[in-house]
């Protein structure tokens, strides 16, 4: 990977990677704190914060503001995840100064109203409630909520309708002030400027900072779940269900995480991966079927995703709980090892073929605390991978008989068919779609 880090003042970091094929310049302004920072009963206030940030400054009302951004040819989005926040911002060439120029007026003082406070608080519970209408959604809420139980990474990002009523200026005036401070500022530049002009923007933008040192993470490793656990999602009306199972997965650090990766992939990582061969292609029972590792700075998930028709959910689980069972078991075969190491190896030239993907690629590494070579050693990493190493990394990171089963259907027609599929279940929670 090329692109350059350099320290900006007061401990921010900065990343460029230049590329001059078009003119266009996309600016990533990350912070190293994120929604498990959030205080207890404000979930969501980083969030609203953070999409604060564009609603006016001193001389700009948010309409003015908006107006600013397109006449430069400009656009803004805002990512929040557990452990960090950033501004994803683009720009034409010819306007990179001038843009730099807002984004410094921005982040130097918000102007936080009440009233544009007071109109985001309704768009967000607007959000939160047309979630309810994706079943895909509830799924993974309440998935990551029975993986992550007691653990800060069980929390939403967006909050809910009782804790974004709640947030205050003050709340998000206190969010700011520990998350935009030059200890805890990751920029990136990528395209159309130069490693000079990104400095010297750079130092411009760490100017409009506070200082303040970098967010200490102290969010504990998760716990692993025991046992089987059913959580039924209640929805009238449901003749499609969605169906994610697992428990947690890896890390990066762990020493098998890329051999574990790769038999991951096996599973379901492709279209020709065992979930898709047998799930779709077999039975027809679902357009998509996969499995799918989620990273972090702490352990994250180990997840299989399907949405059968209700009247197939049943055998569906079944059959998934049976494969998982003879992954543990019996591993990956050298033939099917061998093609997806191939498989993995050549895609990866999609993942760095632009300057935008390989700068992001870095501010993970940054704000993930990933292994320095995760991405620049990635196909070394999946060549070295053996299918005893890949059989080795299954049994040690999964267990058959410890996992989290999640169904987004109608309880009255469909929770005692799937009860009965799953062996040695211990417990059935059910949810209304509609709780909290």
Same mark, same amino acid.
Request: glycine content about 6%; some cysteine; proline content about 4%.
């Given at each position: 990977?090329?692109?350059?880090?350099?320290?900006?003042?007061?401990?921010?970091?900065?990343?460029?990677?230049?590329?001059?094929?078009?003119?266009?310049?996309?600016?990533?302004?990350?912070?190293?704190?994120?929604?498990?920072?959030?205080?207890?009963?404000?979930?969501?206030?980083?969030?609203?914060?953070?999409?604060?940030?564009?609603?006016?400054?001193?001389?700009?009302?948010?309409?003015?503001?908006?107006?600013?951004?397109?006449?430069?040819?400009?656009?803004?989005?805002?990512?929040?995840?557990?452990?960090?926040?950033?501004?994803?911002?683009?720009?034409?060439?010819?306007?990179?100064?001038?843009?730099? $120029?807002? &984004?410094?007026?921005? !982040?130097?003082?918000?102007?936080?109203?009440? @009233?544009?406070? /007071?109109?985001?608080? *309704?768009? %967000?519970?607007?959000?939160?409630?047309?979630?309810?209408?994706?079943?895909?959604?509830?799924?993974?809420?309440?998935?990551?909520?029975?993986?992550?139980?007691?653990?800060?990474?069980?929390?939403?990002?967006?909050?809910?309708?009782?804790?974004?009523?709640?947030?205050?200026?003050?709340?998000?005036?206190?969010?700011?002030?520990?998350?935009?401070?030059?200890?805890?500022?990751?920029?990136?530049?990528?395209?159309?400027?130069?490693?000079?002009?990104?400095?010297?923007?750079? $130092?411009? &933008?760490?100017?409009? !900072?506070?200082?303040?040192?970098?967010?200490? @993470?102290?969010? /504990?490793?998760?716990? *692993?779940? %025991?046992?089987?656990?059913?959580?039924?999602?209640?929805?009238?009306?449901?003749?499609?269900?969605?169906?994610?199972?697992?428990?947690?997965?890896?890390?990066?650090?762990?020493?098998?995480?890329?051999?574990?990766?790769?038999?991951?992939?096996?599973?379901?990582?492709?279209?020709?991966?065992?979930?898709?061969?047998?799930?779709?292609?077999?039975?027809?029972?679902?357009?998509?079927?996969?499995?799918?590792?989620?990273?972090?700075?702490?352990?994250?998930?180990?997840?299989?995703?399907?949405?059968?028709?209700?009247?197939?959910?049943?055998?569906?689980?079944?059959?998934?709980?049976?494969?998982?069972?003879?992954?543990?078991?019996?591993?990956?075969?050298?033939?099917?090892?061998?093609?997806?190491?191939?498989?993995?190896?050549?895609?990866?030239?999609?993942?760095?073929?632009?300057?935008?993907?390989?700068?992001?690629?870095?501010?993970?590494?940054?704000?993930?605390?990933?292994?320095?070579?995760?991405?620049?050693?990635?196909?070394?990493?999946?060549?070295?991978?053996?299918?005893?190493?890949?059989?080795?990394?299954?049994?040690?990171?999964?267990?058959?008989?410890?996992?989290?089963?999640?169904?987004?259907?109608?309880?009255?027609?469909?929770?005692?068919?799937?009860?009965?599929?799953?062996?040695?279940?211990?417990?059935?929670?059910?949810?209304?779609?509609?709780?909290?």
């Amino acid at each position: 990977m090329s692109t350059a880090k350099l320290e900006l003042s007061g401990g921010a970091a900065l990343f460029v990677e230049a590329s001059h094929a078009v003119p266009l310049v996309s600016i990533a302004l990350s912070f190293r704190i994120g929604s498990t920072s959030d205080p207890t009963d404000k979930d969501g206030v980083t969030r609203l914060m953070a999409r604060m940030i564009r609603r006016g400054c001193p001389g700009l009302t948010s309409h003015q503001v908006d107006a600013e951004i397109d006449r430069l040819g400009a656009e803004m989005g805002v990512d929040v995840s557990a452990s960090h926040l950033t501004l994803h911002t683009q720009v034409i060439k010819r306007s990179l100064t001038a843009w730099v $120029e807002l &984004l410094v007026r921005l !982040l130097g003082s918000p102007t936080f109203a009440e @009233d544009e406070l /007071a109109r985001l608080r *309704r768009e %967000t519970a607007a959000e939160i409630i047309e979630a309810r209408d994706s079943d895909r959604a509830l799924a993974q809420r309440a998935f990551r909520r029975a993986v992550f139980v007691g653990h800060p990474y069980a929390r939403s990002a967006v909050g809910t309708a009782r804790t974004v009523e709640s947030i205050t200026v003050a709340d998000v005036r206190a969010a700011f002030e520990r998350t935009f401070t030059r200890g805890n500022f990751v920029l990136g530049f990528a395209g159309d400027v130069t490693t000079e002009e990104a400095t010297r923007l750079g $130092e411009r &933008l760490t100017g409009a !900072l506070r200082e303040g040192a970098a967010h200490v @993470d102290d969010v /504990a490793e998760p716990a *692993r779940v %025991t046992g089987r656990r059913l959580v039924f999602v209640d929805k009238p009306e449901r003749t499609q269900t969605q169906i994610l199972l697992g428990s947690l997965g890896t890390w990066p650090h762990d020493p098998d995480h890329v051999p574990f990766s790769v038999a991951c992939a096996v599973l379901g990582g492709t279209f020709t991966s065992r979930l898709m061969r047998e799930v779709r292609s077999k039975r027809g029972w679902s357009y998509g079927a996969s499995a799918r590792l989620a990273i972090e700075r702490r352990r994250q998930s180990f997840s299989m995703w399907t949405f059968p028709a209700a009247t197939d959910a049943p055998a569906c689980i079944e059959l998934e709980l049976g494969m998982l069972a003879d992954f543990v078991a019996k591993g990956v075969t050298p033939r099917e090892t061998a093609f997806m190491k191939k498989y993995l190896t050549r895609s990866h030239a999609f993942d760095i073929d632009t300057a935008t993907k390989r700068l992001h690629q870095a501010l993970d590494v940054e704000l993930l605390g990933l292994p320095a070579d995760y991405y620049d050693g990635y196909v070394g990493h999946v060549d070295a991978v053996t299918p005893e190493l890949a059989n080795a990394a299954i049994p040690t990171r999964l267990s058959a008989a410890d996992l989290r089963i999640v169904v987004v259907g109608t309880q009255a027609e469909l929770l005692d068919k799937v009860r009965e599929k799953i062996p040695d279940l211990q417990h059935v929670d059910v949810v209304p779609f509609d709780a909290e």
